[in-house]
């Protein structure tokens, strides 16, 4: 299976570098100077023992016009609000069998290429992975986790079977579920408490606990998340909800969150996708979310007044 990689932030790079590394052919498409330093270097994975680094080579290019071979997937690791660019990237460059495996944060995400690619195999994947981009062409693998994924729309064809073995002979826990909305809706719930906090806090994952007022604010993010998920999945179980998340904290209890990251940065955070998914699609079915609207304020405000 050839594989093109939208999105080589650091999520996308430790997946392509280690798919890469494992024999199989991909591909990524991402942004200079990062793009530059693996086709010169390779990308360097650093992982959890310092003494352990992965170094990995494939093709990486700024745009999808400079892939020189058909591809049997894409991958989709950008960020949510880079979606109708990248969907419309993909106009009649991929077949209706390629599958399209959205690896995102938020909710949501596969509406624009369902849209867009109406007959084509749509998967969407949760992971509790962690990496940061510490420097062009080298990412730090900070916590080994678990990837779920499952189809949303059309027929799979094979194609599930054929990712979860890239994936797992890759080095990567993951496993095809049926029930991938409730990991979607319990990684939602899982972000938008880890990623706005650390952000707003300018601390690593581990350190938003520490105080018992911001226990007090975990706790009202995820009641009010709570409220609008069961409400989706009426069936579902999300009993472990809470644990799930303290287990995530600790498990990358090093991790800078991509939110607090893209803060650093200056860059545009996914907020809308997650605190803000939870307030808008309250709000329109009468659920009230005033803790979850105040925490999406107060990022949208560092987003635009950095200090």
């Not at 105080?211 to 709570?226: C, M, N, T, V």
């Not at 709000?283 to 005033?290: D, E, F, Q, S």
């Amino acid at each position: 299976m050839n594989i093109t990689v939208f999105g080589a932030g650091s999520i996308g790079s430790l997946f392509a570098g280690r798919i890469a590394h494992s024999g199989y052919e991909i591909s990524v498409i991402g942004r200079n100077p990062h793009v530059m330093e693996i086709n010169r270097k390779g990308l360097r994975i650093l992982e959890q023992k310092q003494e352990n680094e992965i170094l990995s080579h494939f093709q990486a290019n700024t745009d999808f016009q400079h892939e020189t071979t058909s591809k049997d997937a894409v991958f989709i690791t950008t960020k949510a609000f880079d979606n109708r660019t990248v969907a419309n990237s993909l106009v009649n460059r991929i077949s209706e069998d390629n599958p399209i495996f959205i690896l995102q944060n938020g909710m949501g995400n596969e509406e624009i290429f369902q849209k867009t690619f109406p007959n084509n195999p749509i998967f969407r994947a949760v992971t509790t992975e962690a990496a940061e981009l510490i420097h062009p062409g080298i990412i730090r693998h900070i916590a080994f986790g678990k990837t779920s994924f499952g189809l949303i729309t059309g027929r799979e064809n094979g194609n599930g079977k054929k990712i979860q073995k890239i994936m797992n002979d890759s080095g990567f826990i993951t496993k095809k579920t049926s029930d991938i909305k409730l990991k979607m809706w319990q990684k939602l719930l899982t972000n938008a408490i880890i990623c706005p906090l650390a952000a707003i806090l300018h601390v690593p994952n581990g350190k938003i606990l520490e105080k018992p007022s911001i226990q007090r604010i975990f706790d009202a993010i995820l009641k009010e998340g709570l409220e609008l998920a069961k409400y989706n999945l009426p069936e579902a179980d999300f009993s472990t909800t809470h644990d799930f998340i303290l287990n995530v904290i600790e498990k990358t209890k090093d991790n800078r969150c991509s939110m607090l990251q893209d803060i650093e940065k200056g860059r545009r955070t996914e907020i809308d996708f997650l605190n803000g998914f939870i307030v808008r699609e309250s709000r329109r079915i009468g659920i009230k979310t005033p803790v979850n609207a105040a925490i999406a304020d107060l990022v949208r405000h560092i987003e635009k007044y950095p200090e």
